[in-house]
């Protein structure tokens, strides 16, 4: 991955980081499908360099503020036109211009957790969220994200972004995407999905660069 492009979040009274991931992060996953090269394919990957795993003693937001999208060349970047995508958040995303990638001795897999079982509490968290949004007059989004808090699933203590899937299917439910990440020695190239992330069940897991 020889390009990349910064978006770094701006976040004020009204619109916190979760909030400003949830609107950025849609943006994007939309920008990546309207791009991809086949069925959940995409050229371009995404790095989060402020991701930590959340833990009871950190108040931080676990994915920080910053997210970075890489590919192969310049053009694919020009081609994605983030502007565009994000031009009714400009007061809460700022847009870097493309850069070559700095030298770099670390690389990052980024993937989507899937939790076995979890369909029925994401199931029970939605049919709470929506009857309390119903009753209250408040945001959807809002009380499932409260909801979520409370679920055991949250245990498993991820960083999650609340996102909707617009890559197949007619499900236009909010779920919450949760994020695991490591570090490798080698990158390791190949494509992504429509997320900007490492496909699942790939042989060889595609990375990103590492840097700060």
């Excluded at 053009?75 to 400009?90: G, P």
């Amino acid at each position: 991955m020889d390009y990349y492009q910064e978006i770094r979040l701006l976040p004020d009274a009204e619109a916190n980081l979760g909030f400003l991931w949830h609107k950025v992060f849609q943006q994007v996953h939309i920008a990546l499908v309207e791009n991809k090269m086949g069925d959940n394919q995409s050229e371009v990957g995404i790095s989060i360099p402020g991701y930590v795993l959340p833990t009871p003693n950190k108040r931080q937001f676990p994915l920080g503020d910053k997210l970075r999208v890489f590919a192969n060349s310049e053009d694919a970047l020009k081609q994605l036109d983030l502007i565009k995508w994000l031009s009714r958040l400009e007061d809460y995303a700022q847009i870097k211009t493309i850069k070559p990638v700095p030298k770099c001795s670390q690389y990052a897999v980024f993937k989507r957790k899937h939790f076995q079982g979890k369909k029925r509490i994401e199931a029970k968290t939605r049919q709470m969220a929506e009857f309390k949004s119903k009753e209250t007059g408040e945001s959807f989004d809002k009380w499932f994200e409260e909801y979520t808090k409370l679920a055991p699933s949250m245990d498993l203590t991820l960083p999650y972004i609340n996102t909707k899937s617009v890559s197949g299917g007619s499900s236009n439910s909010t779920f919450p995407l949760f994020i695991e990440m490591k570090l490798v020695a080698k990158p390791q190239l190949g494509l992504f999905n429509c997320y900007g992330f490492c496909p699942k069940g790939v042989e060889r897991e595609t990375t990103v660069p590492w840097f700060e």
